[in-house]
């Protein structure tokens, strides 16, 4: 445990789980019950909608998404935007659609790279020939 900046307000703080200082803390409990009260009442909504109508700022509430502090009865009900395309998420980084296409491309990348050895070779080979003359 060492002494960190808060990354809320920015004041020094005892390190400790949360990673907030205790004042951040404390605001985070109320606005994660207050969430989850719209929620409950409300259903499903997306960040930006939870941020019109309690007030807490989308960054705070999307890293309560994140360390899975929103659930209700165990459900995640607030949306946010796949890191990709916009598309809303419920959970992960990036929506299906996305993430399919996302294990496709790294996939192409690697086909590439084969190629890419294979004809260099080729060229490697060729111009061996080239100098034999
Ligand atoms: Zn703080
Ligand atoms: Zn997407």
Redesign the pocket.
Known sequence: MGIKNCPECGKLYMENPSGLCPECYAHEEVYEHQIGEYLREHGKASVEKIHEETGVKEKIILRMIKSGRLLVDGVSLISY???????P?YEGR??????S?FSKQVKEVWRDKENYGSQREGLRMYSKDDFKK
């Open positions: 935007p796949c890191d990709m395309c916009g598309v998420i990036i929506c299906a659609k996305c993430g296409s």
